[in-house]
């Protein structure tokens, strides 16, 4: 179509271009004529002019001239045979050429213009006799007198007529001198005569060009129409092509069926090459054209269809409608059915009442599949609705929520029927609601429809029979296109079993099953939510860490009973701004908030105590309180609570119940303990770590100062911290069971020292290590120390343990025991800092000892009490009683030792003789002042 009318464009600017052409052309033409005739005009008149010029100069020159001298010029040379000649020659030159009229000779006779002869007859009328003066004579008759050229005058009228004249100049044969004018006159007709005749054939040539020109043009235009309209059927023809190439590529790649019928027939082909039945046709009915138009369609036509088919098609037949479309199936040849949309519409071509009606069929079977889908999914949905277990509804947005549906499991759930709530017929949905939660449904609704989400909320509801339900709602608005809401849809489950269980497992989960109170993970969501709350806030922790031994003594029924009771009692402690939690089964804690200062915190502490005090029971095992402001550490519980474990556990304990105030110092405490645990555990269990090392701080008789033998004692040079004394570490060691490694360490360490002491040939140098009841405890004591010996080959008989007195306080048999089997080894056994455990002398003749090392504390006595007063000496004779060694450990003063040798102690240890020194020291310390020689046992 673009194309068409490009080329119609094209031909119409063709056209005027070509007319535009041949008018510039016919211009062009018409100018170069009218110059060529012009020209010819011209030229004709020059031809004339030269020619008359010639002519009339080749007369003069004919003329004599000493004849003319002879004339006068008056009526006297009439007689003159000059005259006679001069004019009979005139006569017969005007007579040779039919063009002149007049042929005379003038000249100038006093101012005058006269004839001298002329070419008339003396008897016609216009004879000018010589000497007639030529009265209407020009001023171009006198130029050629005065300038000697031959002139050719423009045309004169006079009474004669209208002339041209040729002046020839006659001139004297001796001077020269112009004598007379020899005049040709030319009628105007006669002189113009030639150049019209020029003209007018170069006018014809013109016009006969111009003609051919013109028919040229029409022969061209003519050309041009027939040209354009050759194009115009080519065009057409094209057109008719495409449009037939257009039909049958639609016919033949239509999705849908096209089929030409005669009544119950299929058309095969009709005139002119028209197809009948298209291949979409032959592929919905599965069949070629030959088959189908060898049946009639009502074959193909499935037979609950074929009824209503043919009803419709005779109604189509005898006019009554126009045509009509149905939904129907065909049966294809293997069988199968297939759904079509058929539409059939009658057919004429050029009234030929053969072809009846056309037929379109398309193929609807994935629809009519997707509606029987649908359908069995509409069937299932309310199935499944109608089986939910709960309420499936749709509802209208209001505030009564009318139910446009509900499914059966309604009555389940309020008791009532689903038909009763539909448009509120009985009872309308927020009726069934408390009237606590209406509101804040429709609030929670009008939320989530605003951001086209989902509901889901649980609330309670009121059944028919006046039960109340818990129930779970989930639900969704149904918008238009426009994004108004038309419903709203959803589900409500009855959740009340479920709720009851939260209900308790809630209750469970934030209170202490024993005494009712909040537990600790209730405490950190109150802590929580109460973060920002801009007040003094507090914790008080109640810890009773040997509650255990109440339990372990009068049982776990006590236990709880008591326990129960110290909750109720605590209790009543609290108000508003004192709350009880129960952190674990042995501690509880107050929380405090919006005090105004310390005192009334300590007050708290009091109360507490007093309430506590109140309890018998508790008094044996006794409590500590430590209390933490919120002011001195993080919000975070976990901390706060650990800070007033620190607290609790710093109180000074000669007090059954005790309180201390947290603080930076306790804190600081516990980092630099947490510090020395974790940098022990990993020097402890790296050999090679020289961290850890051993210092051995000689032991000598009191009375001879000789080394008779040597302590090891434990060294830790943390990174951090720098040197750490054993009476810190060891006891963490103890604590984190890092002492077993420990204690290997320095158990090994020792005995080799003592192998070099033995290489030296020191036989009888005894070497103690300090051995804690953990250590003592475990079986592979004994075994460790025995290969340790076998390993480092030293003598057994020197080594010696010491242990503290506390040891024996709950495993006396075992321990002796042991104690029986290193003595057996000849292993020497000493109680270390004696005096200061539980022990008792009494107690000590049982045990498999041989040596006290009375604690520093009785030595450093010595140095303010008087002898009299100090008890060290009774200790030192009640022990060698007992048949005990005795060593007096601290000794730093020559008095202690001299009281000492007095007493009859036998050995001394102390800065007196020697700090603990690194194993070179000792050695040269020992070489030094034991003299080999000289050495002595114990
Ligand atoms: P201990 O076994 O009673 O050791 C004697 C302590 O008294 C040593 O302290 C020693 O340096 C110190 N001492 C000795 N003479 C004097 C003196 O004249 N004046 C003063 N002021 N102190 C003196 P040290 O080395 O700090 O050891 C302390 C405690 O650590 C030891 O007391 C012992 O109970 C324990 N210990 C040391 N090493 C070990 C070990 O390897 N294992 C075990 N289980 N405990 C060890
Ligand atoms: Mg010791
Ligand atoms: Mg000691």
């Given at each position: 179509m673009k194309n068409l009318i490009q080329q119609k464009l094209q031909a119409n600017i063709n056209d005027k271009t070509t007319k535009y052409i041949f008018i510039i052309a016919f211009i062009a033409f018409l100018c170069a004529g009218i110059i060529y005739m012009h020209f010819s005009w011209n030229s004709s008149i020059k031809e004339t002019q030269e020619e008359v010029t010639r002519l009339a100069e080749a007369a003069e020159a004919g003329i004599s001239k000493t004849q003319l001298l002879e004339l006068n010029g008056d009526p006297s040379d009439l007689d003159k045979l000059n005259y006679q000649e001069l004019k009979n020659g005139l006569i017969l030159f005007s007579k040779l050429d039919k063009k002149l009229r007049f042929v005379y000779i003038l000249a100038q006779r006093q101012d005058q213009i006269v004839f001298l002869a002329d070419s008339e007859e003396p008897d016609s009328s216009d004879y000018s006799p010589p000497g007639q003066v030529y009265s209407e004579a020009y001023r171009e008759y006198i130029e050629p007198l005065q300038s000697g050229k031959t002139v050719i005058t423009k045309p004169i009228e006079?009474?004669?007529?209208?002339?041209?004249?040729?002046?020839?100049?006659?001139?004297?044969?001796?001077?020269?001198?112009?004598?007379?004018?020899?005049?040709?006159?030319?009628?105007?007709?006669?002189?113009?005569?030639?150049?019209?005749?020029?003209?007018?054939?170069?006018?014809?040539?013109?016009?006969?060009?111009?003609?051919?020109?013109?028919?040229?043009?029409?022969?061209?235009?003519?050309?041009?129409?027939?040209?354009?309209?050759?194009?115009?059927?080519m065009n057409a023809d094209v057109k008719l092509k495409e449009s037939e190439t257009l039909f049958r590529?639609?016919?033949?790649?239509?999705?849908?069926?096209?089929?030409?019928?005669?009544?119950?027939?299929?058309?095969?082909?009709?005139?002119?090459?028209?197809?009948?039945?298209?291949?979409?046709?032959?592929?919905?009915?599965?069949?070629?054209?030959?088959?189908?138009?060898?049946?009639?369609?009502?074959?193909?036509?499935?037979?609950?269809?074929?009824?209503?088919?043919?009803?419709?098609?005779?109604?189509?037949?005898?006019?009554?409608?126009?045509?009509?479309?149905?939904?129907?199936?065909?049966?294809?040849?293997?069988?199968?059915?297939?759904?079509?949309?058929?539409?059939?519409?009658?057919?004429?071509?050029?009234?030929?009442?053969?072809?009846?009606?056309?037929?379109?069929?398309?193929?609807?079977?994935?629809?009519?599949?997707?509606?029987?889908?649908?359908?069995?999914?509409?069937?299932?949905?309310?199935?499944?609705?109608?089986?939910?277990?709960?309420?499936?509804?749709?509802?209208?947005?209001?505030?009564?929520?009318?139910?446009?549906?509900?499914?059966?499991?309604?009555?389940?759930?309020?008791?009532?029927?689903?038909?009763?709530?539909?448009?509120?017929?009985?009872?309308?949905?927020?009726?069934?609601?408390?009237?606590?939660?209406?509101?804040?449904?429709?609030?929670?609704?009008?939320?989530?429809?605003?951001?086209?989400?989902?509901?889901?909320?649980?609330?309670?509801?009121?059944?028919?029979?006046?039960?109340?339900?818990?129930?779970?709602?989930?639900?969704?608005?149904?918008?238009?296109?426009?994004?108004?809401?038309?419903?709203?849809?959803?589900?409500?489950?009855?959740?009340?079993?479920?709720?009851?269980q939260e209900i308790k497992l809630n209750y469970m989960n934030h209170h202490d099953t024993l005494t009712g109170l909040y537990n600790r993970r209730y405490f950190e969501e109150v802590m929580d939510r109460e973060k920002t709350l801009n007040v003094k806030k507090a914790v008080l922790l109640v810890d009773l860490t040997n509650f255990t031994l109440i339990n372990q003594t009068f049982g776990y029924n006590f236990g709880e009973k008591l326990m129960k009771e110290l909750a109720s009692n605590l209790l009543l402690i609290c108000s508003q701004n004192c709350r009880l939690f129960q952190i674990s089964s042995d501690r509880f804690a107050f929380y405090i908030k919006a005090y105004h200062n310390k005192k009334e915190l300590t007050s708290l502490c009091s109360t507490v105590m007093d309430t506590l005090n109140t309890m018998p029971a508790l008094k044996t095992v006794g409590a500590s309180v430590g209390i933490v402001e919120t002011d001195d550490c993080s919000d975070d519980l976990d901390t706060i609570l650990k800070n007033a474990l620190i607290a609790a556990e710093n109180v000074h304990e000669n007090q059954i119940f005790r309180y201390s105030f947290f603080n930076k110092k306790m804190e600081e405490a516990v980092m630099r303990e947490a510090e020395i645990k974790s940098e022990l555990s990993m020097v402890v269990l790296n050999s090679e770590d020289d961290r850890l090392f051993v210092e051995y701080q000689p032991i000598v008789g009191a009375k001879t100062n000789q080394i008779v033998g040597f302590e090891a004692l434990a060294r830790f040079q943390s990174d951090?911290?720098?040197?750490?004394?054993?009476?810190?570490?060891?006891?963490?060691?103890?604590?984190?069971?890092?002492?077993?490694?420990?204690?290997?360490?320095?158990?090994?360490?020792?005995?080799?020292?003592?192998?070099?002491?033995?290489?030296?040939?020191?036989?009888?140098?005894?070497?103690?290590?300090?051995?804690?009841?953990?250590?003592?405890?475990?079986?592979?004591?004994?075994?460790?120390?025995?290969?340790?010996?076998?390993?480092?080959?030293?003598?057994?008989?020197?080594?010696?343990?010491?242990?503290?007195?506390?040891?024996?306080?709950?495993n006396y048999q075992e321990i002796n025991q042991k104690l029986e089997k290193l003595k057996r080894l000849g292993i020497k056994i000493a109680i270390d800092d004696f005096g200061t455990g539980y022990s008792s002398l009494a107690r000590e003749r049982e045990l498999n000892v041989n040596c006290l090392k009375i604690d520093k504390y009785f030595i450093d006595k010595l140095m303010y009490l008087k002898p009299e007063q100090a008890i060290t000496g009774d200790i030192i004779s009640m022990a060698h009683k007992l048949g005990h060694l005795v060593i007096a450990e601290g000794v730093e003063q020559e008095e202690q030792r001299q009281y000492l040798v007095e007493n009859n102690c036998d050995l001394i240890q102390g800065y007196l003789f020697s700090k603990p020194l690194l194993p070179e020291a000792a050695m040269e310390i020992l070489e030094r002042k034991n003299p080999r020689e000289n050495s002595k046992p114990i």
């Open positions: 006079d009474r004669w007529g209208t002339w041209i004249s040729v002046l020839v100049p006659m001139k004297k044969p001796q001077t020269g001198e112009v004598m007379a004018v020899f005049g040709v006159d030319y009628p105007t007709e006669t002189w113009y005569g030639y150049a019209v005749t020029q003209t007018v054939q170069a006018g014809f040539a013109v016009a006969c060009i111009f003609m051919v020109f013109i028919a040229l043009y029409f022969a061209f235009s003519q050309n041009r129409a027939l040209s354009i309209e050759k194009q115009k059927l590529t639609v016919f033949d790649q239509a999705t849908i069926g096209i089929a030409i019928g005669h009544d119950e027939q299929y058309i095969a082909s009709i005139p002119d090459h028209i197809p009948s039945i298209n291949p979409m046709y032959e592929k919905i009915l599965g069949r070629t054209q030959e088959e189908l138009t060898a049946v009639s369609w009502k074959d193909l036509t499935h037979p609950d269809d074929v009824a209503l088919d043919v009803e419709y098609y005779n109604k189509f037949k005898t006019g009554e409608i126009d045509g009509y479309d149905m939904e129907k199936r065909y049966v294809r040849p293997d069988g199968t059915t297939i759904w079509t949309h058929m539409m059939v519409s009658p057919l004429r071509l050029n009234n030929n009442t053969r072809y009846t009606h056309i037929c379109l069929i398309e193929d609807i079977s994935k629809r009519k599949e997707m509606e029987r889908v649908l359908y069995d999914n509409q069937r299932s949905r309310m199935v499944l609705l109608d089986n939910l277990p709960g309420m499936a509804y749709r509802c209208c947005h209001d505030r009564e929520w009318t139910m446009e549906f509900v499914s059966q499991g309604c009555f389940a759930l309020t008791g009532y029927h689903a038909d009763s709530l539909i448009n509120n017929k009985e009872i309308c949905f927020n009726q069934l609601i408390p009237e606590k939660y209406q509101e804040f449904l429709w609030m929670k609704w009008e939320e989530r429809l605003s951001e086209h989400a989902k509901l889901t909320e649980e609330y309670e509801m009121i059944t028919a029979s006046g039960e109340v339900k818990w129930v779970w709602e989930q639900g969704q608005g149904i918008y238009d296109e426009e994004g108004n809401i038309i419903a709203l849809e959803g589900l409500i489950i009855d959740i009340t079993e479920r709720k009851k951090k911290l720098g040197r750490v004394s054993p009476l810190e570490f060891i006891p963490m060691a103890e604590e984190t069971q890092l002492i077993v490694p420990l204690g290997q360490r320095i158990m090994r360490a020792a005995l080799l020292f003592l192998k070099q002491i033995e290489e030296k040939g020191f036989n009888d140098i005894a070497m103690s290590f300090n051995v804690s009841t953990i250590q003592l405890l475990r079986e592979d004591f004994m075994s460790d120390l025995v290969q340790a010996i076998h390993e480092t080959q030293v003598t057994s008989g020197n080594l010696g343990i010491e242990i503290t007195e506390s040891l024996f306080l709950n």
